[in-house]
């Protein structure tokens, strides 16, 4: 089974957002800011008692903040409201029929196309036709089979995705049109991020995000397959466990990090094969704390390995990373505060999850100096 059957697979949950469109009203009206009741009634043209209901389901998700009678968009929230947009500009764009857009609100513009988005996150056969779709031309036999539908179910999803200007048929195949095929890759990126979102939503409600760069958030579905692992009253060490168990047969270690525990540095020699590579990304203040005292005397552990290598980059404080090439670990301060959560972290093995994790390596390496630069550097 490939990740688009996977995923497809699993709908149920995220699929609840969409039982209705308020659910998006409701997000598109609170983008620009928080909102009353009142005034959250007025902009989605819903009834109090109606935005009630929905918005504490909303919460519930982790989508939709409540403080003293105001709504707002979580962190994740405003990022599934972002993606939504991309959605429904594309669909406009397929439409090009459809009623001028200029001068009107998102929750107008969110109503003039409801009719086609809605049509397809309600329908998990749509959703899949699509997203298989995506690689190459699929047959009837091939959709029908992929979808568990009976032709008579099938037949007119088609034609309606066809009138839609989404499909073409050709020499008895269906092929997505360049409209479709960006419907597609939205709609995958909508719902992978919904996932990990609605999955997971208690860690990042406790969680500050505002470390993760924005390409990393709008990428932020590329998690959905990952777990969170948490210290346990009877066994307080489970995420140290489960580091060691990651690094003791790696090919490569790469990190970033506003901090350097001096027992993690002692305890490597142990645990981590000399001559692999290693390269870590740490702040400026972690920097400085390196050739101090006590740090120093812990790093002394490191000595035989020569190919640990670190660098000095302005990383956000509440951000943490470590990644093998088996493994990725993310870890995050607690919301509100600089204090940095070292008993729950988000890990996850999938090949999607790892590409996520090097690219955020990358970004803050590439604009990192040698350690023995920055060193040097401050010594001027």
């Excluded at 309600?122 to 009837?140: E, N, Q, T, Y």
């Excluded at 027992?263 to 972690?286: D, K, L, N, T």
Aim: hydrophobic share 40%.
């Amino acid at each position: 089974m490939n990740d688009d059957a996977r995923l497809t697979s699993c709908l149920s949950t995220t699929l609840t957002i969409f039982r209705s469109d308020l659910a998006i009203r409701i997000f598109l009206a609170l983008l620009p800011h928080p909102s009353s009741l009142q005034a959250l009634s007025a902009s989605t043209e819903s009834s109090p008692s109606s935005i009630t209901r929905t918005s504490h389901d909303l919460t519930c998700l982790g989508l939709v903040d409540r403080s003293h009678g105001t709504y707002g968009l979580s962190r994740t929230g405003e990022q599934f409201t972002t993606l939504y947009i991309s959605l429904m500009e594309t669909v406009e764009r397929a439409n090009p029929g459809a009623e001028d857009k200029t001068g009107k609100s998102l929750v107008h513009r969110h109503i003039m196309t409801w009719e086609v988005i809605g049509h397809i996150l309600r329908s998990p056969i749509l959703i899949s036709a699509l997203l298989a779709m995506s690689d190459h031309g699929m047959s009837r036999t091939d959709l029908r089979d992929l979808t568990g539908s009976r032709t008579a179910s099938l037949t007119p999803r088609m034609q309606w995705l066809r009138q839609h200007h989404l499909v073409n048929e050709w020499k008895g195949e269906y092929h997505l049109t360049t409209a479709g095929n960006e419907v597609a890759s939205r709609l995958r990126t909508l719902i992978r991020f919904t996932r990990v979102a609605v999955d997971h939503h208690e860690f990042w409600r406790h969680h500050t995000l505002d470390g993760i760069p924005a390409f990393a958030m709008e990428n932020l579905g590329d998690l959905w397959e990952s777990r969170i692992i948490s210290g346990r009253h009877d066994d307080p060490y489970t995420i140290h466990t489960h580091f060691f168990q990651a690094v003791a047969d790696a090919e490569y270690i790469c990190a970033v990090c506003d901090y350097v525990l001096p027992r993690i540095a002692q305890a490597i020699p142990h645990h981590v094969r000399p001559g692999i590579p290693i390269e870590v990304v740490i702040s400026p203040r972690a920097a400085a704390r390196m050739v101090r005292e006590p740090d120093l005397q812990y790093l002394g552990h490191l000595e035989n390995y020569d190919t640990i290598r670190f660098f000095v980059a302005d990383i956000p404080p509440s951000l943490g990373i470590s990644l093998t090439d088996t493994t990725m670990t993310l870890k995050l301060s607690h919301t509100g505060t600089d204090i940095f959560d070292t008993s729950r972290s988000l890990v996850s093995e999938a090949a999607d999850a790892h590409r996520w994790a090097m690219r955020l390596f990358r970004f803050f390496r590439d604009g990192a100096v040698p350690l023995e630069e920055f060193l040097a550097g401050r010594n001027r």
